[in-house]
C-alpha cells in the first residue's frame, strides 16, 4: 500500500491562511502545533497526514475527515489507530511530496513518475492501477506526482 | 431554516474554496464538497471554521469527520442548531 501527496507551496500560500484562528487546532495535534514555526513545517505536517490518509482511505474504503486521528510520531513515521506509517518527504522551496508506506523496506522499490501523460487505469472504486497494481496519484497547483512500484 | 436556503447558505460559503464552478452552480444535498466541488482537503478546514462562524456552533471532531459533503453538513448544522 502506498499514499502519496504533493503540496504546490505557491498555491497553498496563495490558498490557505494557516494562521486563521483555530486553523491549526483543526488538523493538528498541541504536539504538531508546536513543530511548526513556518509554511514548510505547517504543509509538511499535513502532507504527511495526507498520504498517510490515502493508504488507510484505500484499504478501508472509507471517507473520514479526520486529521487528529493521524499523528506525528518521529521525522519518518506517522501513527493511526496505533499503528506506525512511514514516511519519506521531499522538501524544496517551491514544493512538499511526501510518500507513505506500512513498512519502511518498500521504499526502495517504489518510484516517483512526474509526467502526468503516463497512462494508467482505474479500479471499480476509482483509485488509480498500472498493470493491476495500485498506485498514487497527487496534484496541487503546479505539480502532479505518481508514485509506483518498479517494473523489474 | 429549510433546505433550500440552508444549500443557498452553504453554497456561499463553499464558493470561495470550490474549483468546480459547474458542480458549485448544481449544488445540492449529494454534492461532494471534495469529489465534487473539488474543495482542497486543506481548505475543507475553512469551510468547517466558517460553517461554525456563520451559525455559532462548534463542530467537535466526530462531526468533523463527516463533513465531506452537502447532506452531512446539513445534518450537523441541523443538530448543532436544534
Redesign the interface.
Known amino acids: 500500500m502506498i499514499g502519496n501527496d504533493i503540496i504546490d507551496l505557491r498555491t497553498a500560500a496563495v490558498e490557505s491562511n494557516w494562521r486563521r484562528p483555530n486553523y491549526l487546532s483543526k488538523i493538528f495535534t498541541p504536539k504538531e502545533q508546536s513543530l511548526i514555526s513556518d509554511d514548510q513545517s505547517v504543509w509538511w505536517l499535513w502532507s504527511a497526514k495526507e498520504a498517510v490518509y490515502k493508504i488507510i482511505n484505500r484499504a478501508t474504503l472509507q471517507r473520514r475527515y479526520a486529521p487528529l486521528s493521524i499523528t506525528y510520531h518521529s521525522p519518518d513515521s506517522f501513527l493511526y489507530q496505533e499503528r506506525e506509517y512511514f514516511i519519506k518527504s521531499e522538501l524544496t522551496n517551491e514544493f512538499i511530496h511526501t510518500i507513505a508506506v506500512i513498512h519502511p523496506d518498500l521504499f526502495p522499490q517504489l518510484e516517483v513518475c512526474k509526467d502526468r501523460s503516463i497512462p494508467y487505469d482505474k479500479d471499480e472504486h476509482g483509485l488509480p492501477m498500472i498493470a493491476n497494481q495500485p498506485v498514487s496519484i497527487s496534484h496541487h497547483g503546479r505539480y502532479w506526482a505518481m508514485v509506483k512500484q518498479k517494473t523489474i | 431554516m429549510d433546505k433550500e436556503t440552508l444549500i443557498a447558505e452553504l453554497k456561499t460559503i463553499v464558493k470561495p474554496?470550490a474549483k468546480d464552478e459547474a458542480a458549485l452552480a448544481n449544488i445540492n444535498e449529494n454534492t461532494d464538497f471534495i469529489n465534487d466541488l473539488k474543495i482542497?482537503?486543506?481548505?475543507?478546514?475553512?469551510v468547517?471554521?466558517d460553517v461554525?462562524e456563520k451559525y455559532n456552533i462548534v463542530i467537535d471532531?466526530e462531526s468533523?469527520?463527516?463533513?465531506?459533503n452537502v447532506k452531512a453538513a446539513m445534518e450537523i448544522i441541523e443538530s448543532k442548531l436544534a
Not at chain 2, 482542497?40 to 475553512?46: E, G, I, K, M, Y
Not at chain 2, 468533523?64 to 465531506?68: A, G, L, P, Q, Y
Open positions: 474554496y482542497n482537503s486543506a481548505n475543507l478546514v475553512d468547517i471554521l461554525e471532531n468533523m469527520e463527516k463533513m465531506v
